[in-house]
């Protein structure tokens, strides 16, 4: 009998490659972090070409295909993104300090959830006073969401350079 060799599927959760952040090395985590920004925009616009999109968040349309293949389908002989993805990324949320949060999602609801929230605090800084009602007790992946109205104009000051994806220096991805 012939005995079959067993090949190891690249790609995996155990495989060398490692694309989650903390496996790349950085100019490799920026081009995914880019690529994942081209996911977005193409959900964002449904009108928006993978390479247009690409074009604009300067980035080849080869390393979206590269990080993010399942996210991507063919319609029409046109790629086309997926509704929802399963990718993971790390984003940053203020706490009642001001601080940033890490915030590990494993979802685009997740980081969908991360960046209306941040859009309403915005809004919430800028006068409109109920922007903030419907986050009110709510968490996203496990944080807990800041809206008590002292804490936001106690905190504003570090809010001005607060960044969804970044620490406040650049530094953590």
Not at 1 to 17: D, E, L
Not at 20 to 49: E, F, I, K, Y
Not at 124 to 148: C, D, F, P, S
Request: glycine content about 8%.
């Amino acid at each position: 009998m012939k005995k079959r060799t067993v090949r190891k599927r690249q790609g995996g959760p155990g495989n060398s490659r490692g694309f989650l952040n903390g496996n790349l090395a950085p100019q490799s985590r920026a081009a995914r972090d880019r690529a994942m920004h081209v996911l977005a925009a193409m959900r964002r616009d449904p009108t928006l070409s993978l390479s247009n999109a690409a074009k604009l968040e300067g980035v080849k349309p080869e390393t979206v295909k590269k990080h993010f293949s399942s996210s991507l389908r063919k319609v029409a002989g046109k790629f086309a993104v997926t509704k929802n993805d399963r990718h993971a990324a790390t984003l940053y949320l203020p706490d009642a300090h001001g601080n940033p949060v890490s915030l590990p999602t494993r979802s685009s609801k997740d980081r969908r959830q991360a960046s209306n929230y941040l859009r309403d605090l915005g809004r919430y800084l800028r006068g409109q006073k109920n922007a903030l009602a419907k986050w009110h007790g709510k968490k996203i992946a496990g944080v807990e969401l800041v809206t008590a109205g002292r804490t936001i104009v106690a905190i504003e000051p570090a809010l001005s350079e607060f960044s969804l994806y970044r620490a406040f220096n650049g530094g953590a991805a």
